[in-house]
């Protein structure tokens, strides 16, 4: 008994990520074997038999594709304008000294503690009081809004770790500010710029609330699954969940990678002769 508590102890720590993991990973596990289930009515809630049919015809719902592509096509400009703008304002927020600068490091966490539905029904307030018809134009805005406080902490992040040596060597060495930005600082920074725009896209694809009050007449895909809930959920519905899923895994493999990548980079000093 007394070596079992000792054992307990030691591992508690790798006991309690396993427990972690598991409580977060569980539901998705559910998605994924649920989408090979063969139900007998419209709800997809009871085990009644595997199949593959559902993987086979997985683009088969034409509402739902044209969900998905809509959510996909919001999040791929979403992403852009947010890792764009939060680039240069995490650049700015670490760089450069301004008036109001404090002021602005914390606004830019603002976003980020406020509940999305105090942020959505605000966004739907201004456009109705600018007289703006809410649709994919309005959903644009919204999400870039969201997501770029989310960039910025992430960027900001590795700019503060960042060795600014090599861009005085590159500059030493006869490179403009263009050149050594194009040739140093964006390749040390890809990691965290990839990190952010995962970030801001996986965000974006998923939200829901922000999105119900200012999508108008568009249908996003958490938004057709939220309607699609009243009546039954396609298994279809599991199959892009999990595809979509299997994705993320992927990118955040690339993520990984490219990081170790630039830590090895950045470790490179010329030996002394």
Request: net charge neutral.
């Amino acid at each position: 008994m007394k070596g079992a508590w000792t054992w307990l102890k030691d591992h508690a720590v790798v006991l309690y990520a396993a427990f972690a993991i598991a409580y977060m990973l569980i539901p998705i596990a559910v998605i994924a074997v649920f989408s090979f289930n063969d139900p007998e009515g419209k709800f997809n809630f009871t085990w009644s038999g595997f199949t593959f049919e559902h993987w086979t015809n997985a683009f088969g719902i034409e509402e739902l594709n044209d969900a998905l592509s809509t959510s996909l096509q919001l999040a791929a400009i979403a992403t852009v304008g947010a890792t764009v703008l939060g680039t240069l304002i995490a650049l700015a927020l670490v760089r450069y000294e301004f008036f109001g600068r404090r002021a602005a490091n914390l606004l830019i966490v603002v976003p980020m503690a406020t509940p999305e539905v105090v942020i959505g029904a605000s966004l739907l307030s201004m456009f109705v009081y600018a007289g703006v018809v809410t649709g994919f134009a309005t959903l644009i805005v919204a999400h870039v809004m969201f997501c770029i406080g989310f960039v910025v902490v992430v960027v900001r992040s590795r700019l503060i770790g960042f060795d600014r040596s090599i861009e005085e060597a590159a500059a030493d060495l006869g490179a403009s500010p263009l050149t050594t930005f194009r040739t140093v600082t964006l390749p040390l920074l890809a990691p965290g710029l990839i990190a952010a725009a995962l970030l801001a896209f996986v965000l974006s694809l998923d939200d829901f609330v922000i999105s119900a009050f200012n999508s108008g007449q568009t249908v996003t895909f958490p938004i057709f699954i939220f309607g699609a809930s009243q009546r039954g959920i396609p298994v279809e519905v599991n199959v892009l969940a999990t595809i979509l899923f299997l994705l993320s895994i992927a990118g955040m493999v690339l993520v990984v990678w490219q990081q170790r990548r630039a830590e090895r980079m950045a470790a490179m000093r010329p030996t002394s002769s």
